[in-house]
């Protein structure tokens, strides 16, 4: 392999001890979705490209694939690697309806690609992790209660990560109190203030007044509304004190409130679920719940955990398959952490244990010894060579692994590196305290 | 979105019941390759195509990327899928070398893509589960029994996979072979011999002569090396009957004797290895030891795990980073496997209960059942809405969920579907059968 080698922008990759942070990450969460009855699937990369550019906003950002001596520069068959998990699995569901039990719980964790800029929190190759319910015909309310407290649920098993806040808001309110003010083209108002967290209050005012047509007294509303955030149902009360009445409204403000109440009970310190009026999720395909969320620290990335429900994504002409859902942007929230943090395993390999190497000839017996310890579970390697002990600590001591097995004649000794007490040990009893089994989680500071 | 739903060949997808076979084959995978003390890394799926082109025979399975609105069609920056995992893997280990520990061992669990016709076994998108050691400047011969052993061990705990067939060889016993008959061009030899898993042995011998230039007794005493098979060292006295001698030659024989002698104790009636003399793994970079692997049944599939020794893949010019390492094709074993026999998980979703619903407002008590389960990390769900119990069960029934539980105000039941059997329960002690607490793999012919 010749020379000449050098990162790629956007595509990031993780040394083994970031990358089993990760790991953490992604098994904390597949564990929780388990335990909520999601089912793990996966979807192939590559979609055919009109389904990708249903959404014409993120056109321009798909990856096409060709094949290198294929005719056509068209692309391979009019394929293109998917942008979210979201378009492959409603299209999985539609494909597959006649197999699956609704209502169907599923997650998926997988990489997806977008051609952008690439920046932070930002990048072209990203891993995310969804959930989502899907039903037949209907989807009851409930189910949005329930992806939102899975994932508040598996945010707070995530305790090694900054905190999250899940700002939640619903479709239905908005488009109700729009509709209750007369308003008719209510996605461009929508639009407009979506740039709230951009943009300074005045601005989008006379925005919503110059480009949505508005006048002052409405858009006075308007933005009234979306000033609105309260972590209990009292938003209820303060939407109400604008004075707008519409069928709709009620709806969505039903809706919010249940949603916000019924996550009370796990809400911690970390984790907080809170109504947020100027929530709105743009041009996306949501038509009632919808969801953002913002990592403490981190509140300049914007949302690194959206979703919510939407009725009409996939349907094959006959039947709807209404459905709710929620996306963690996994690379969003572990590449940039690693970076300003230094969160890092607390050693570079699996291995609990170095098994020390007397001679080459007794190499044998050393790996007996790793063979025992295997069999219950205990990760563990051989020494490399017969150096002195002294060196083969050191070996133990650069990949962080704590202790090392020593045979000699009159028996086994272990020594923890750390302490360096040596004790006697037998490979078919000896285990390590739970606390060294696997490699934990630290921050480079705090080791220091 | 539209309907004219249909599947692309050569990208499979499974059913979440499939999904969780191939899962548990990743998860075994995984912890073996970490009881062994390998970490695991991801690399991005994209290369540089001056990189992926470096092995002129797969250039033309290569799937080039493109963004939708790029002006050149040459691809974007000249990138490209990665077709395996082991070039990727070499660019990391040179553009991480100094943030690394040697010898570095690995396992990575990606897709990977390749352009080719696909048939059975053979996909355009498909996960492979990789194990490598890289030295750095040397990497003794007992990693190469350690790679071994790791995938020994690995395969036997898939014990709900057919049998595997390890053929190991190694490289420098058939060059010094070769250059002990006074061959020159030990490559072109190579190439033909490589035919006698799909051609007869007489016209791969009238090849030999032809194009490979040999006369008729020494493309016999090659055609003799070739069909030498041993599941013991005893194919060291068959080769030294054919009477050729060079230094080479005797390296190659001691490394496959220590290699096929190494494993004796870990082969089992499902997991053989065998020196067979017949494997060069063509034109690829190997340098010494060469691994193949048939799965029982399947073997008109071709190697589904191969891999080998390469001293020089890797490199910056100024240090080599010899390495070892082997390849199982996770999609090539699970989806024929799937698609013939019928192997499937015990249930289609994780729940090992689904808590019963009496009516909808008592959900919240329902809730707080499946919550103290889930603190006991049983997966479980609530029922999606308060039908007669008959038909719940019917609901749990469907998903292969073995157990329902049922609340009044006497107190908690929980019910084994299968058996009928009922008793008092509570949720902050009951546990279910260790053997019901995950879904299990069985396969649909034995359920019937």
Redesign the interface.
């Known amino acids: ?3 000449k ?4 922008s956007g ?7 970031q ?2 942070v990760e ?1 953490q990450v992604i098994d904390t969460l597949r564990h929780t979705f ?13 979609e ?1 490209l ?2 990708l550019l ?1 959404k014409g906003d993120t ?11 294929e005719e056509s ?1 068209e ?3 009019g ?3 998917h942008f979210d998990l979201t ?1 492959p699995f ?3 569901v ?3 309806a006649g ?3 609704f ?1 169907f ?2 997650y998926q964790v997988q ?1 997806a ?1 977008r ?1 952008e800029r690439p920046q932070e929190g930002r990048y072209r ?1 990203f891993t995310q992790a969804d959930i989502d319910i899907i039903g037949r015909d209907v989807l ?1 309310f ?2 949005d209660v329930e992806v939102t407290r899975v994932m508040v ?1 598996a945010l707070n098993r995530l305790d090694f990560l900054p905190g999250f806040r899940l700002q939640v808001n619903n479709r239905k309110l908005i488009q109700g109190f729009y509709a209750g003010l007369g308003i008719t083209d209510g996605d461009e108002v929508m639009r407009v203030v979506d740039k709230l967290d951009k943009l300074p209050t005045e601005r989008v005012r006379s925005m919503l007044v110059e480009e949505a047509g508005l006048d002052g007294a409405t858009a006075d509303r308007v933005l009234g509304l979306a000033t609105i955030r309260a972590t209990d149902d009292s938003f209820v009360a303060a939407v109400r004190a604008l004075g707008v009445e519409h069928e709709l409204l009620e709806e969505g403000l039903a809706e919010l409130a249940e949603l916000v109440s019924s996550c009370a009970d796990l809400v911690s310190d970390r984790v907080r679920v809170e109504a947020d009026l100027s929530i709105a999720r743009g041009l996306d395909y949501y038509t009632g719940t919808v969801f953002e969320t913002r990592l403490d620290g981190y509140e300049s990335m914007g949302s690194i955990c959206s979703g919510g429900r939407y009725d009409a ?5 006959r039947t709807t398959y209404p459905g709710v859902g929620i996306s963690l942007g996994v690379s969003r929230v572990v590449v940039p952490l690693l970076a300003r943090t230094g969160l890092t395993a607390t050693r ?4 609990v244990v170095v098994v020390a190497l007397t001679d080459e000839g007794s ?1 044998p017996a050393s790996e007996a010894v790793a063979h025992a310890l ?1 069999a219950r ?5 051989v020494a ?2 017969p150096q002195k002990f002294g060196k083969q600590i050191r070996f133990a001591e ?2 962080g692994i704590p202790y090392v097995w020593f045979l000699s004649d009159g028996g086994h000794q272990v020594k923890d590196i750390r302490s360096g007490e040596q004790v006697d040990a037998d490979p078919t009893t000896w285990t390590p305290p739970a606390e060294d089994l696997r490699p934990t989680i630290t921050s480079k500071e705090q080791n220091q």
């Open positions: 392999m010749a020379t080698i050098s990162p790629l595509f990031p990759e993780l040394l083994p001890e990358r089993y790991q388990e335990l909520h009855g999601f089912a793990g699937i996966e979807t192939r990369a590559v055919p009109d389904q249903r056109s321009k950002e798909v990856y096409l694939l060709r094949r290198l001596h520069a692309g391979h068959a394929l293109g690697l378009v409603a299209r999985y539609l494909e597959n197999k699956l039990e209502p719980r599923r990489k690609w051609g190759e009851p409930h189910h649920d994504l996939a349907s094959d002409g570079r390999v699996p291995s190499r295997r579970d205990i990760a563990c390697e490399p060579s650069r990949r």
